[in-house]
């Protein structure tokens, strides 16, 4: 197999009941140009023989394994290791994507010769019962330069940009990058800060391509207190404010945006998980 067009990094951790439905969403891709890196980290279950099932079903499957348990940072990282494409999209094991996702996301990246494309999710809850957040922007917009100060803004007010999962990145945005292993949440978005200090051009499509499933056991979260997850974001915070110069808006302004992010987010997360809870009784 030559050079990928895309490579799809996929840890798993006790995955056994969900795996097959998430591998089955990129074995039927539109698009074919693709390697999926599919990390066993330290799972306990068959989960591991699931994954080993599909690298042997399909060359197109690769099979890594981590010696132990680390989190999904560090499973990630092991991917990042692995790349070798033009583009590089993130799947976690328990979600699933729209048939179209890689040709929809793939399509504007060489249309415009994009850094990071994005899509929009859906929630899935228990029992089959969905719902749609509001994206990023209202429709598709294509955004370069200065046009990009809406992204920055968005990082600091809300969680619109926080899922790595939603993007396709160009491979080389990511060389000499890693997902921050000491950070008990919020990860992804410190991730995406780092990448974003590198990108030159963004794409966001109204399309719904991928579905976050909303399991029973994490409908309220990761079982993180409140003080953890307040440090974690203030973390980040920390790095928004570290990235405003490379952006260009190092004033008062953004740095009281971010420094004040921790606690907005905080009083939208309470909203959101009385929410999710709501639907998923309603979804029983």
């Not at 995955?15 to 999926?36: M, P």
């Not at 990390?39 to 023989?49: F, L």
């Not at 619109?160 to 992804?188: A, P, Q, W």
């Amino acid at each position: 197999m030559g050079r990928p067009g895309v490579q799809i990094i996929i840890p798993f951790y006790n995955a056994e009941e969900y795996l097959e439905k998430c591998l089955d969403s990129v074995l039927y891709q539109t698009f074919s140009d693709w390697q999926a890196i599919i990390i066993n980290d330290g799972s306990t279950d068959g989960s591991a023989n699931i994954a080993k099932r599909y690298a042997e079903k399909d060359d197109r499957f690769i099979y890594s394994e981590l010696d132990k348990n680390s989190g999904a940072a560090a499973a990630r990282n092991a991917g990042l290791e692995m790349l070798d494409s033009e583009y590089t999209a993130f799947l976690d094991s328990d979600d699933v994507w729209d048939s179209e996702m890689l040709a929809s996301l793939y399509e504007k990246a060489k249309k415009f010769s994009c850094d990071v494309v994005q899509c929009r999710y859906m929630y899935v809850f228990p029992g089959g019962r969905t719902s749609v957040p509001r994206g990023a922007f209202k429709k598709d917009v294509l955004l370069r330069g200065r046009e990009l100060r809406s992204v920055y803004r968005k990082m600091m007010t809300g969680i619109y940009m926080n899922h790595v999962c939603i993007k396709l990145i160009r491979t080389e945005l990511l060389k000499g990058l890693c997902f921050d292993t000491s950070l008990e949440t919020c990860e992804d978005l410190k991730f995406c800060i780092d990448i974003f200090k590198k990108v030159k051009t963004y794409y966001f499509t109204d399309k719904i391509l991928y579905h976050y499933v909303r399991r029973e056991n994490s409908l309220t979260g990761s079982g993180l207190s409140f003080g953890q997850k307040l440090k974690a974001n203030r973390r980040v915070s920390e790095s928004l404010k570290e990235a405003l110069p490379l952006w260009g808006i190092d004033n008062v302004f953004y740095r009281t945006l971010s420094t004040a992010r921790p606690y907005t987010i905080a009083i939208s997360k309470i909203i959101r998980m009385a929410e999710e809870k709501l639907f998923g009784r309603c979804g029983d």
